[in-house]
């Protein structure tokens, strides 16, 4: 089975401060994994993906995230945090053979001017 | 850009009713998908859809939902007798064939059931 936890359902950092919103994943095969983001209102976005190439991912908007198989990471981060990042992330892990997406239960983004 | 299109954007609908909800998938996509989203909670699968059949669902996919590709460009989720527990918000997605391939979501419809 797959499945993946968000710590920290809220986070809340400084505009111009490092943006870090932790995901830990659990999959009995190799996963690909995935971050969304919500806007108020608004339906799920792709940030980045993982698909078993490259470890660290660069997604829009700035943001990246490094996948670490020893850890069973893939933790989302951005170096300096922008208003207009204030949103719901969700992470989310894809099931064996199927193209159906496990998600986390989101982690809510504060940007404090 | 393509992009997968939902209706309505909300619906209240009262206990016990039918409801459809509707989706344009993105044209060249295969697989088909209905998500739903309790308010406070975590988006959760309730099934996908491939070759004109369900291809796997979630023990939330009960008797009471069903999934439809009425024609080439629509895609629906009906609920046949709706309870209050099932207002959220219902987003649809789709993906090309492949499981490194992102489902594109649309914006999804909030159905309040009272």
């Known amino acids: 089975a797959q499945s993946v936890t968000q710590l920290g359902s809220h986070v809340s950092v400084s505009e111009g401060a490092l943006v870090l919103l932790r995901c830990n994943y659990s999959?009995?095969?190799?996963?690909?994994l995935f971050w969304y983001v919500q806007y108020p209102n608004q339906g799920l976005q792709l940030l980045l993906k993982?698909?078993?190439?490259?470890?660290l991912v660069k997604g829009i908007n700035g943001f990246e995230a490094e996948f670490k198989k020893s850890e069973t990471s893939f933790h989302l981060t951005k170096p300096s945090a922008h208003m207009s990042d204030a949103a719901e992330y969700f992470c989310?892990?894809?099931?064996?053979?199927?193209?159906?997406?496990?998600f986390g239960t989101g982690t809510r983004l504060t940007v404090i001017p | 850009e393509p992009e997968v299109t939902q209706t309505p954007s909300h619906q209240v609908t009262q206990m016990g009713q039918e409801v459809i909800l509707r989706c344009v998938p993105i044209?060249?996509?295969?697989?088909f998908y209905w998500y739903r989203q309790i308010l406070g909670q975590k988006v959760e699968f309730l099934v996908s859809?491939?070759?004109?059949?369900?291809?796997?669902k979630s023990e939330i996919f009960d008797d009471q939902f069903s999934v439809e590709r009425p024609d080439g460009s629509n895609f629906t989720l009906k609920i046949r007798s709706t309870k209050l527990e099932d207002s959220a918000m219902y987003f649809c997605?789709?993906?090309?064939?492949?499981?490194?391939?992102?489902?594109?979501f649309g914006q999804g419809t909030r159905l309040t059931v009272v």
């Open positions: 997605a789709s993906s090309e064939i492949g499981r490194n391939t992102e489902a594109f």
């Open positions: 999959s009995s095969v190799p996963p690909y």
């Open positions: 993982y698909t078993s190439a490259a470890t």
């Open positions: 989310a892990v894809t099931a064996t053979g199927a193209n159906n997406l496990f």
């Open positions: 044209s060249n996509h295969l697989y």
């Open positions: 859809f491939y070759n004109n059949e369900i291809s796997e």
